[in-house]
């Protein structure tokens, strides 16, 4: 049933605790920021992104049809890909997801359901044969609509 008279105690102490940060994982954060050993795992994430990111771009020019654009970013990991109007991303997500790969359709990032033509891919994880396989059975769906 409903919490009653512990209604307006409970919901108080679920704001405070989604608001509030915990005290000591703030300190562990802080402790870990100080290491100089933090600076040179940042640089080493950064390399790898880097690499992982080329060999991505690598692996769409070999194996997709040249039908769409992408932004490269400066950071992160994840390239923004558009591609013609007529192409649509959540037919192209569930084909993907129907031979077990995952990329992110464009409207779920839209509360207009915008970026229909358009996906995102992850390449925060170290490239590999079976990531460039993936990228390949997607540049065949690709050729169906390019």
């Not at 605790?17 to 300190?27: F, K």
């Not at 994430?45 to 992982?52: E, I, T, V």
Request: one cysteine or more.
């Amino acid at each position: 049933g409903a919490p009653g008279q512990f209604a307006a105690p409970l919901q108080r102490r679920k704001i405070t605790s989604t608001l509030a940060t915990s005290v000591p994982i703030q300190n562990a954060i802080g402790q870990t920021l100080r290491v100089e050993a933090f600076d040179n795992h940042l640089r080493r994430l950064r390399d790898a992104l880097c690499r992982q990111q080329q060999a991505a771009l690598v692996s769409l020019k070999k194996h997709w049809p040249a039908c769409y654009q992408v932004a490269i970013p400066d950071g992160g990991y994840f390239l923004w890909l558009q591609f013609p109007e007529h192409i649509d991303a959540l037919e192209l997500h569930a084909q993907a997801v129907a031979r077990n790969i995952s990329i992110a359709p464009g409207p779920m990032f839209s509360a207009r359901r915008e970026f229909n033509n358009c996906v995102r891919l992850n390449y925060g994880h170290p490239w590999d044969t079976k990531m460039d396989r993936a990228v390949a059975e997607l540049g065949k769906i690709l050729k169906q609509w390019c």
